[in-house]
């Protein structure tokens, strides 16, 4: 049976009034991933929550897998066990918890997204236009996160929980020290 993780976690801000929670655990999974020996690969994988209207709630991830592609600059999914876990989150939850997002890690301090990233969003939100995606970026010291809705990608800042988490200030758009 599915249980979701208690959420006390990180809450990110986007546009429109738009809010993601990430459950405790899930963050320490993700960033399990930026520390040595991990880190010397990217790894990623897809996030499970619920939407509650503009907000998501991401209670669950799935982590680097077998068949999935990890190089020192790179992480490509493709072991069909995430897709797998999707399912059996979405039928133990009475069709509740689904796919909400992605995740991966970049070898940097403060991530931000590529190109490759960028575009590769660009098509999972072409393939749920009407549902609001979270897409994780994990560095080392920082994270990014990004709210994708019909087509427009805008990132979040970090408006409760961890502030090492986005060092940038979400109300002046400052970077921390």
């Known amino acids: ?30 960033r399990r991933f930026t ?23 991401i209670l669950d991830c799935t982590e680097p897998m077998r068949l999935d592609r990890r190089t020192g600059y790179g992480f ?10 999707a399912l059996v989150a979405w039928n133990a939850s009475g069709r509740t918890v689904s796919f909400v997002g992605e995740w991966h890690t970049h070898p940097e301090e403060t991530p931000s997204p590529s190109l490759i990233d960028r575009n590769t969003w660009a098509d999972v939100m072409r393939h749920r236009e009407a549902d609001a995606q979270i897409f994780m970026i994990a560095g080392r010291s920082a994270f990014y996160c990004a709210l994708g ?28 020290a």
């Open 76 to 85: 490509v999914r493709r072991d069909p066990g995430h897709q797998r876990a």
């Open 149 to 176: 809705l019909q087509g427009q990608l805008t990132k979040m800042g970090v408006v409760a929980g961890e502030k090492s988490l986005d060092q940038q200030d979400p109300l002046t758009g400052a970077m921390d």
């Open 1 to 30: 049976m599915f249980e979701p993780f208690p959420v006390r976690g990180v809450a990110w801000d986007g546009h429109r009034g738009h809010l993601a929670t990430v459950a405790d655990e899930v963050v320490r999974r993700i």
């Open 35 to 57: 520390t040595t020996p991990e880190s010397d690969l990217e790894a990623g994988g897809i996030l499970l929550g619920c939407r509650y209207g503009p907000h998501v709630e």
